[in-house]
């Protein structure tokens, strides 16, 4: 054991942390693994073109023929998902006790899941395809400006609509919590409007806590798990945490960005969606819309590679801007407790790799924050 880690882990948790962090890595190598041999055989067999084939023999229109097309891509990978999904939560979560979820709860989720996704990505898929087939080149700028409509909605009505549909959100009751949270929020000037508490207990023993609603209206979600583990003060540093990334504008960056890159990617997706070879790379024998857009999937892949790696760097750095926060309006020392206990009961790696971090991490690693958190503390006091 690092001597980091003494006053995080236990020697005995620590060797369960490590072990935790091996069969997770190997199971999502194997997974991958999995998942890029299939496609490669499809792509080998030109699987695609024979699925749109297939389907054109019964569906005629073009707009109908590219949902059928991908709603019945979507649903095979998701069925032949599900013996690695299970494995995942029921054997290995289940085995290192972070698993609460029922088999009943595992499939209404995927049930609601489908509904969901039929309904929304079919009607995105829906307007994407008029308007390729409407406007030809130019879809790109009007598609953009739909897709941006959608991604503010989504970020307003998340907590109120999507979330309610998988979780139950109850306001948190009156007690010292609610009161220390509230106090913050008026010291600090914050739009508050509720506190709920959600029952992530219902699937994982994992704990979070997030914000939502964009306007001068801001909800705060905190998990019942997170509740049930930390104190008073340690729950308000985290709050804090949560309120810089507000009033730091993380929030609205975020959403900036992403409606940036899916500008970028749309244009790049413009160059390629009327091209006949694609198509036919992918097993067709003339051009089709909807063949493209899965080889549009593939070629961007290093590009996305890329914009991710850009992401997880604001990212990173977004989160220590927010702990600044938390040091200098709460309490840094608690802060830096809550982290502690929050690292230790999600069994995560103290000690990755600074290049595995730089590509995948989206937060720092937890020694690095509290590194700074105790260089910010030194500082206030
Ligand atoms: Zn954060």
Same mark, same amino acid.
């Given at each position: 054991?690092?001597?980091?880690?003494?006053?995080?882990?236990?020697?005995?948790?620590?060797?369960?942390?490590?072990?935790?962090?091996?069969?997770?890595?190997?199971?999502?190598?194997?997974?991958?693994?999995?998942s890029?041999?299939l496609t490669?055989?499809i792509?080998?067999?030109g699987g695609f073109g024979w699925l749109d084939t297939a389907l054109s023999i019964y569906v005629a229109n073009e707009i109908l023929l590219s949902l059928a097309f991908f709603g019945v891509l979507f649903i095979l990978s998701d069925i032949i998902n599900i *013996?690695?999904q299970?494995?995942?939560?029921?054997?290995?979560?289940?085995?290192?006790?972070?698993?609460? !979820?029922?088999?009943?709860?595992?499939f209404?989720d995927k049930l609601k899941g489908y509904l969901l996704g039929a309904l929304i990505g079919g009607l995105i898929l829906g307007v994407l395809m008029y308007l390729v087939g409407?406007?030809?080149?130019?879809?790109?700028?009007?598609f953009?400006?739909?897709? !941006?409509?959608f991604?503010?909605?989504?970020?307003?009505?998340?907590?109120?609509?999507?979330?309610?549909l998988?979780?139950?959100?109850?306001?948190?009751?009156?007690?010292?919590?609610? !009161?220390?949270?509230?106090?913050?929020?008026?010291?600090?000037?914050? *739009?508050?409007?509720?506190? =709920?508490?959600?029952?992530?207990?219902?699937?994982?023993?994992?704990?979070?806590?997030?914000?939502?609603?964009?306007?001068?209206?801001?909800?705060?979600?905190?998990?019942?798990? $997170?509740?049930?583990?930390?104190?008073?003060?340690?729950?308000?540093?985290?709050?804090?945490?949560?309120?810089?990334?507000?009033?730091?504008?993380?929030?609205?960056?975020?959403?900036?960005?992403?409606?940036?890159?899916?500008?970028?990617?749309?244009?790049?997706?413009?160059?390629?969606i009327?091209?006949?070879?694609?198509s036919?790379?992918l097993g067709a024998?003339?051009?089709k819309i909807h063949l493209n857009l899965i080889a549009f999937g593939f070629? =961007?892949?290093?590009?996305?590679?890329?914009?991710?790696?850009?992401?997880?760097?604001?990212?990173?750095?977004?989160?220590?801007?927010?702990?600044?926060?938390?040091? !200098?309006?709460?309490?840094?020392?608690?802060?830096?407790?809550?982290?502690?206990?929050?690292?230790?009961?999600?069994?995560?790696?103290?000690?990755?790799? *600074?290049?595995?971090?730089?590509?995948?991490?989206?937060?720092?690693?937890?020694?690095?924050? $509290?590194?700074?958190?105790?260089?910010?503390?030194?500082?206030?006091?």
């Open positions: 054991m690092p001597a980091e880690a003494a006053g995080i882990y236990n020697e005995a948790q620590y060797e369960k942390s490590q072990k935790y962090q091996k069969v997770s890595a190997k199971f999502s190598f194997i997974t991958s693994a999995f890029t041999l490669l055989t792509l080998w067999l *013996p690695f299970l494995y995942s939560t029921f054997v290995i979560e289940e085995k290192f006790g972070f698993n609460k !979820t029922t088999i009943k709860t595992f209404l409407a406007l030809q080149n130019s879809f790109w700028l009007i953009w400006a739909v897709i !941006t409509l991604m503010v909605v989504m970020n307003m009505f998340y907590t109120t609509l999507i979330l309610p998988f979780n139950k959100l109850s306001p948190l009751e009156e007690g010292t919590l609610r !009161t220390a949270i509230e106090t913050y929020g008026a010291k600090v000037n914050f *739009p508050l409007t509720n506190i =709920y508490v959600i029952d992530g207990s219902k699937r994982s023993s994992k704990a979070n806590a997030f914000f939502s609603g964009l306007g001068k209206k801001k909800k705060v979600v905190l998990y019942d798990t $997170l509740i049930e583990n930390h104190s008073d003060d340690e729950l308000v540093a985290i709050f804090a945490h949560e309120v810089g990334h507000y009033e730091k504008k993380h929030i609205q960056m975020g959403l900036v960005l992403s409606i940036i890159q899916s500008g970028v990617m749309l244009f790049i997706l413009s160059l390629m009327f091209n006949t070879n694609l036919m790379a024998t003339e051009l070629l =961007y892949t290093p590009v996305s590679m890329v914009t991710g790696l850009f992401m997880n760097l604001i990212s990173r750095k977004n989160e220590f801007e927010a702990d600044r926060f938390a040091v !200098t309006t709460a309490n840094g020392n608690k802060l830096a407790e809550a982290l502690k206990k929050l690292s230790a009961d999600n069994l995560s790696n103290l000690t990755p790799h *600074p290049a595995y971090v730089f590509m995948n991490y989206s937060h720092p690693p937890l020694l690095k924050r $509290l590194a700074a958190i105790k260089v910010e503390v030194a500082k206030v006091s």
